[in-house]
């Protein structure tokens, strides 16, 4: 098979899965999840060939893999769609398989298979749990998700959106992956629908992604209309690109190049959940914890910066090297703010999903300040490594919560959150391996030097803004960086450390190995991504590997990027802010026991800076009342309606005055029955001679035609 | 005043005579008898008028059959023996009136016609009017048409008068 | 010679006096009677001037005879009438069928 | 076989009227037969409609399997029927939505007969406008499709059918009364009404010439405007759309079917085949009002839909959203004319008609098929349904989704055609209705958590209120309508290659 036939291929296997789980096998479990799982199997093994074929070209991203066809016929042109894989798209799909696999497989085990029916469990609803008897106690043990089959089927739906938006060659099939990821999301965050909070969770997340999308659609069609084409490839060219620079628009002084980046951009903040659309991605820990992984750390999120690298090109026209465009210094901004925006809310989060979501905002802050500052490989690189041990941190923390419930169905005291991070303590003897790669994951995540992949791809964006001279952007990133280490030692402390402060964590349990593994094989590339792309002037390791990612990715740009030259500031700041970070929160909560006893519960902090309450003001009641009281009541019924009515009341009124003074009094009364009137009068008047004799009617005929006769004869013929 | 003249005004006076006692009598079966003598005067007309065909069928059709149909028809619809009661409405003379006014009316359309006073031509000689009646009346070219649609009036008639006399009893 | 004009007169008289009939008598045979008097006063006038026109031209007979026909047919009826509804109301006075009055 | 494919469009046109008048003389009890007897007699019309699909020849400009018969000689008007592209596509999505709201309306128990007589007459009246190539049976059909409509909401409609069929009657007939004015002026100026020979007269008038009385672009100015607010009544265009709400919640399910998925396409095509063609001055005037009023129907309708508490009005005003932006495309094809960017506008409108037609359809239907179980449509008292009726649930995101525009199903093609377009002419007025896009999602998005979300209800679970899952006979109306909205969503091509060729060849 060649290897284009092979990209094309990749995003079929779930895709099928999700409609013959749909329309076929939904009411059996096994064989749902295994056509599940063997879906992402063999899209993860098609992947792979298609990664190991990639780089082994030389130059591929002169000559990628392409293919495409026409789909949609437009006036005398068509648009065509097809794929392509260069070598963003190469790493990019790389860890995408990887994480989708780990995923769908974990989900098995998260999900309880093989676990009795639950006693009370309605779907909708989490798992309650179900009560057995073994060697004549009875006692209460997981029960299995009564929409098993279901989740399958959207994980595979999912999972097609994202390989269709990895592998392919345009803005449009990116869109449209893009856009069935944000169904999947918003399917999965309400997963459990029955709970208002997942249902009102589901909604923000897919409105609030939205508002991004319709600008990003604006956006694709500025540039469509602009180039003519929506292929990757033949938008940057130099020419395209050169043109779209030098149009300028009226709109901030921005060339069009500059505003369809922006257009574009807005897209990402939705998806990315940068600020300020990043209220969604919080409330969206509503979902399964598989899902969490899946669409907030290993994929859709990524997918937003994915788009962002995508549009590098545009995005970096006219860019000289060191002065930022308009568009750049927004994207900078936006990022960096973010980055240390989210890093504060974390700080003060006691769920530990919630925790692991905001910094999620934060590291994908991190990428976007980096495209920002125009550090491209920097920011691919830290895609990878992050999405690696995000997904394992949100895959451990789905094992805690998993080994709580565990605990919680064991003593039955339904009252104690399992999630809450004040309700565990100790778990590292309880659950080893999960303690383990979680802590891998939190040390990569918080740069942990040099063993970690994050401290790599971390370092590698702090070096780009030093070396460039984007110190505002150093100075935030780096503050934020510090917080990252510090939210993540507390949330390790809490979790795993000290003793357990509760009787349910007391009796959590290890889970099975379905949910094991994917931790392991998570933890592994969480610390040797790292090593593909240590830079070369780097003390001591620089040159031990050679910089192979930095080759291979700094290939697709048509301008090959410069390797920094080494600078010893910013690996002083890093090697600070990760090993201080963690320091401090060990110190900071190594004897904390209750909320009241943390001093970063800062309602402030706590409240996410209220965003959503502004929002709520700013613009969910608006549009409340826009829509119900404006349009619908004021408007519609009463305005449109109203002079609708009106015209019906004088119309009426017309004809009530013409009825009763014309057609009642003078055409009824005096033309109508008048004229009855009088025939009755006549008639009764004459129906005397109506004697029936016809002798008389004979006779009275006579005279008349004598007397008619005569008189014409003398009147006429005489 | 010829032989013929006086002859006609003989006919003439006895046709109006017994036609005005048809309409005046009483006894309605002296009233069908005075009528046959009324036929026959009309008959005797036909005759003068060197129409001999007509003046047959007049005596064989009229006074044969009609007649006959008249005098039947009054003694089925005798509720007694004798006539009661008056035999004209009351206000007889109006229809008096209206008749003397047609007859007035008629008599000076026909004397005020100049037409009216021209002399009959003579028959063409061997002419045979029978003869030329007949086939008049069987020439498709003529009046062959009326002739039979004649017939089917009296076949109607025949049927028609037997449905509506017939006692359903 | 007599003149067409005495025929016509004659036919005339005839004429008034069956309308006489009809008008006045109160018996619907009479008032057949007179019909029928009427009828033969028309006959006359057509062979009257068959007579004085063109004797060749068999119009004038051809419609008395067919007036023959209809005489024939016309008292057939209308005595069959008469008899059916002395039959029905025993009377054959005209003025007592005045169903179709008001 | 040689009758048939020389009078392919006739029989389409008068076999369903045809039909209904052989269904006078049959019994009027037997339920059975009667629905059965309809069901067949509208499938007639789609299968022929599909030979006359494949038969055709898309790259060939013009009008394809013309027909002419004379009709009113006096006054020049003739039976000319032919279609395009553009009414082809619409003839297959008139011919498709009869058998399945024929078919959906097999619940129905009252009155079967007249019922189904009234959907085929109905029939015959929406393809005799597409197929129509003169004015005066354009508009001769276009009153036809009122009366069984009016008929329908009247006699089988939901309590507040006599406001909502008289609302709908009156606005609609005051709507063609100006267009009736307007096709008789063009008929008695130049003696003909067949609409091939009045494109090219009409447009051929100088500017200096004088039509009674006026000059030639007043006149032109009236009847555009009168052939424009008929056509708006129709679509229907803000602020001309409150019928809409009334009628679609008042009619049966299956008159909603087919007054979302093909009434409401009369308008927007008498805007393709009439204004267009005769006025291309006056819509390149007027683009601006017109895509004014379109934006607002965009931007309105996504927020009245929002603003609902009744499912089946809150569906009814995605109706007046999504046609919006068919008249967006519409407003922006006339601005420039002959342009790709128009010619995109365009495609996208015409894909937007028929998608609209697929994805309404199916949405009203799936109302109906929960008011006949719940008998009510009150959002507040739905809720949690999901689990109660799973496969319905699934059919009705499916559904959903296709009326918000997901990329993958049909409804994302047609809009992202029209913004494509429609963003280089009309600038400001595409960016604002990205707003109406927003709130389709948020519409969509709120009748979905109304209506399936949330906490078991127990209300529907139980007794005698407990909710009956989604039929066959239902699934199978629901079918055909699934499978073309994925079908083109992922492949539009097969439907746009003839949408495309016809836009290209006329305008």
């Known amino acids: 098979m060649t290897t284009e036939t092979l990209i094309w291929l990749i995003p079929l296997p779930p895709i099928l899965a999700f409609f013959l789980i749909v329309l076929f096998t939904n009411k059996s479990k096994a064989l749902s999840h295994t056509i599940g799982v063997g879906a992402a199997a063999l899209s993860w093994l098609a992947s792979m060939v298609v990664f190991f074929r990639a780089i082994g070209v030389e130059h591929l991203g002169e ?69 057995v008897e073994e060697h004549g106690r009875k006692h209460v043990v997981p029960s299995i998700e009564p929409m098993y089959s279901r989740f399958f089927a959207f994980l595979g739906l999912f999972a097609f959106g994202m390989y269709t938006l990895v592998v392919s060659d345009n803005l449009l099939t990116l869109f449209v992956g893009w856009e069935i990821m944000g169904l999947c999301s918003y399917l999965l965050i309400g997963f459990w629908y029955g709970k208002p909070s997942a249902r009102n969770a589901a909604i923000k997340a897919f409105m609030t992604t939205r508002v991004g999308d319709v600008f990003m659609l604006l956006g694709i069609a500025f540039l469509y209309w602009a180039t003519g084409t929506l292929s990757f490839r033949e938008i940057f060219t130099e020419e395209t690109l050169h043109i779209l620079g030098t149009t300028m628009t009226p709109i901030f002084g921005l060339s069009a190049a500059g505003l369809i980046a922006l257009l574009l951009f807005i897209g990402t903040v939705g998806k990315s959940a940068q600020w300020p659309l990043h209220v969604w991605l919080p409330d969206a820990m509503e979902g399964p914890t598989p899902v969490s992984a899946m669409i907030h750390a290993a994929t859709m999120v990524s997918a937003g910066v994915y788009a962002v690298i995508r549009m590098f090109p545009l995005l970096t026209t006219d860019f000289n090297g060191h002065e930022l465009t308009t568009a750049m210094s927004v994207v900078a901004f936006i990022g960096a703010f973010t980055a240390l925006f989210a890093a504060t809310i974390a700080v003060a989060q006691n769920d530990i999903k919630r925790v692991l979501a905001y910094s999620t905002i934060s590291q994908l802050g991190f990428m976007i300040a980096a495209l920002g500052i125009g550090a491209y490989v920097a920011a691919v690189f830290h895609l990878i490594t992050h999405a690696f041990f ?77 070396g460039h001279g984007h110190m505002a952007v150093f100075i935030t990133l780096a503050v934020a960086a510090f917080m990252t280490a510090f939210y993540t030692m507390r949330q390790i402390t809490l979790t795993f450390l000290g003793e357990p402060r509760t009787k349910e964590a007391e009796h959590a349990q290890e889970t099975p190995w379905t949910m094991t593994a994917p931790l392991v094989v998570l933890a592994f590339f969480a610390v040797t991504y790292g090593w593909v792309g240590i830079p070369e002037h780097f003390p001591l390791f620089g040159g031990l590997v050679p910089n192979w990612f930095h080759e291979f990715v700094g290939g697709t740009l048509a301008e090959h990027p410069e390797a920094l030259e080494f600078n010893v500031v910013p690996l002083l700041t890093s090697l600070f802010v990760a090993l201080g970070g963690l320091f401090f929160g060990w110190l900071a909560y190594r004897n904390v026991q209750t909320p009241a006893e943390d001093k970063f519960q800062i309602p402030v902090l706590k409240n996410k800076w209220y965003f959503d309450e502004a929002y709520d003001f700013l613009f969910v009641k608006p549009a409340y009342w826009f829509s119900e009281t404006f349009v619908s009541a004021w408007m519609d019924k009463g305005v449109i309606d109203g002079i609708l009515h009106t015209f019906g009341k004088v119309t009426q009124f017309l004809g009530d005055i013409i009825r009763n003074y014309f057609d009642l009094p003078v055409i009824n009364r005096f033309f109508g029955d008048g004229t009855a009137d009088a025939t009755q009068w006549v008639g009764r008047n004459l129906r005397p001679i109506q004697t029936g004799r016809v002798q008389q009617y004979f006779m009275l005929a006579l005279v008349i035609f004598i007397v008619v006769g005569a008189a014409l004869y003398y009147l006429l013929l005489a | 005043m010829t032989a013929e003249q006086i002859v006609f005004l003989i006919v003439a006076l006895v046709t109006l005579g017994s036609a005005f006692m048809v309409v005046t009598t009483r ?90 006073s021209k002399a009959a031509a003579g028959l063409p000689s061997g002419f045979d009017a029978v003869g030329q009646l007949g086939e008049a009346l069987t020439s498709p070219n003529a009046y062959v048409l009326p002739f039979e649609v004649a017939s089917v009036l009296l076949l109607a008639a025949l049927v028609g008068a037997v449905y509506v006399a017939f006692n359903r009893k | 010679m007599v003149p067409l004009s005495w025929y016509l007169i004659l036919s005339a008289g005839l004429f008034s006096i069956g309308l006489f009939g009809v008008l006045t008598r109160r018996n619907a045979v009479a008032i057949l009677l007179g019909v029928e008097l009427m009828l033969n006063s028309v006959n006359v006038n057509l062979a009257a001037f068959w007579r004085y026109g063109d004797v060749t031209q068999m119009a004038g007979q051809v419609f008395a005879i067919i007036v023959f026909a209809v005489a024939a047919a016309e008292v057939a009826v209308g005595l069959a009438l008469v008899i059916s509804v002395y039959r029905k109301r025993n009377t054959v006075i005209a003025d007592d069928i005045d169903l179709m009055k008001w | 076989m040689n009758f048939i494919a020389s009078h392919y469009l006739t029989l389409i046109l008068f076999f369903p009227a045809l039909a209904a008048v052989i269904m006078l003389f049959l019994p009027r009890d037997e339920n059975k037969l009667l629905r059965w007897f309809a069901f067949g007699a509208s499938l007639v019309p789609f299968v022929l409609s599909l030979m006359v699909w494949v038969n055709f020849n898309a790259d060939q400009p013009g009008f394809q399997f013309e027909e002419s018969y004379v009709w009113y000689e006096a006054i020049g008007s003739s039976l000319h029927l032919g279609v395009d592209g553009l009414s082809l596509t619409m003839v297959l999505l008139t011919t498709l939505l009869t058998p399945l709201a024929i078919l959906a309306s097999f619940s129905i128990t009252d009155r079967v007969k007249p019922y189904m007589m009234l959907f085929l007459f109905l029939e015959t009246g929406m393809l005799g406008v597409f197929m129509a190539l003169d004015l005066l049976i354009f508009f001769v059909f276009w009153e036809v499709g009122l009366v069984p409509m009016y008929f329908l909401i009247n006699q089988w409609g939901s309590a507040n059918r006599d406001y909502a069929s008289l609302k709908f009657m009156i606005y609609t007939m005051g709507g063609s009364l100006g267009l009736l004015l307007a096709i008789q002026m063009l008929g008695v100026l130049f003696g003909t009404f067949d609409l091939v020979s009045l494109y090219r007269q009409w447009n051929s008038l100088t500017a200096d010439r004088v039509l009674l009385g006026m000059s030639v672009h007043t006149v032109k100015t009236i009847a555009f405007w009168a052939f424009v607010i008929a056509f708006a009544v129709k679509v229907p265009l ?19 079917m087919l007054l979302a998925g093909v009434l409401l396409k009369l308008g927007a095509y008498g805007f393709l085949r009439l204004i267009l063609p005769l006025y291309p001055v006056e819509a390149k005037m007027f683009a601006g009002a017109l895509a004014f009023l379109a934006v607002a129907a965009i931007v309105f309708g996504a927020f009245a839909a929002y603003g609902q508490t009744d499912f089946k009005r809150l569906v009814a005003y995605s109706s007046v959203n999504h046609m919006g932006f068919v008249v967006l495309g519409i407003a922006a094809a006339g601005l420039a004319s002959g342009t790709t960017d128009a010619a995109i506008a365009l495609n996208g409108a015409i894909l937007q008609m028929f998608n609209h037609g697929l994805s309404a359809a199916g949405m009203f239907f799936l109302v109906g098929v929960i008011y ?54 009309l600038t400001v007025y595409t960016a604002i209705s990205m707003l109406g896009l927003l709130f389709t999602g948020a519409y969509i998005l709120k009748g979905i958590k109304k209506v399936l979300h949330g906490p078991v209800n127990e209300h529907w679970a139980h007794g005698e209120h407990k909710l009956t899952e989604i039929s066959t006979r239902e699934i199978l109306v629901m079918a055909p309508l699934m499978a073309l909205i994925l079908w083109i969503g992922i492949w539009p091509a097969w439907i746009l290659n003839v949408i495309n060729k016809a836009v290209v060849a006329l305008f």
């Open chain 1, 63 to 131: 000559h990628p893999f392409e293919s495409s066809l026409n789909w949609l016929p437009t006036g005398d042109t068509f648009l065509k769609i097809g794929v392509l894989i260069d070598p963003v798209g190469a790493a990019v799909l790389f860890f995408v398989s990887i994480t989708i696999f780990m995923i769908f497989l974990y989900s098995v085990g998260y999900h309880n298979f093989g676990q009795p029916k639950g006693d009370h469990d309605v779907a909708g609803l989490p798992p309650h749990g179900a009560t």
């Open chain 1, 390 to 466: 995000k997904a394992l941190l949100f895959l451990g923390s789905g094992s805690v919560i998993h080994g709580m419930e565990h605990g919680v169905l064991h003593t039955g005291n339904h009252e104690t959150d399992p999630q809450n991070m004040f309700n565990m303590g100790g778990l590292r003897n309880k659950m080893p391996i999960t303690f383990w790669t979680f802590l891998i994951g939190g040390f990569a995540l918080s740069g942990f030097p040099i063993l970690t992949a994050g401290f790599w791809s971390k370092d590698e964006i702090l070096a780009d803004a030093f």
């Open chain 2, 27 to 116: 006894n309605l079966i002296h009233a069908a008898l005075w009528l046959v003598a009324t036929l026959f005067g009309v008959a005797v007309v036909y005759a003068l008028l060197n129409a001999g065909f007509l003046a047959v069928v007049q005596v064989v059709v009229y006074i044969g059959a009609i007649a006959i149909l008249f005098i039947f028809a009054v003694m089925l619809t005798r509720k007694d023996a004798r006539d009661s009661g008056p035999q004209t409405h009351k206000n007889w003379w109006v229809g008096a009136l209206l008749a003397v006014a047609s007859y007035l009316g008629l008599s000076a359309l026909v004397l005020g016609w100049s037409g009216s």
């Open chain 4, 238 to 256: 803000w602020p001309f759309h409150t019928w809409l709400p009334d009628a679609h919640t008042e009619a049966p399910t299956a008159g909603s």
């Open chain 4, 372 to 425: 006949e179980r719940t008998h009510t449509r009150n959002l507040e008292e739905f809720g949690g349904l999901f689990p109660l009726v799973p496969v319905y649930g699934g059919i009705l995101i499916f559904t959903s989704m296709a009326s918000l525009g997901l990329p993958g199903l049909n409804g994302f093609v047609s809009e992202f055609l029209v913004v494509r377009g429609a963003f280089p002419i």
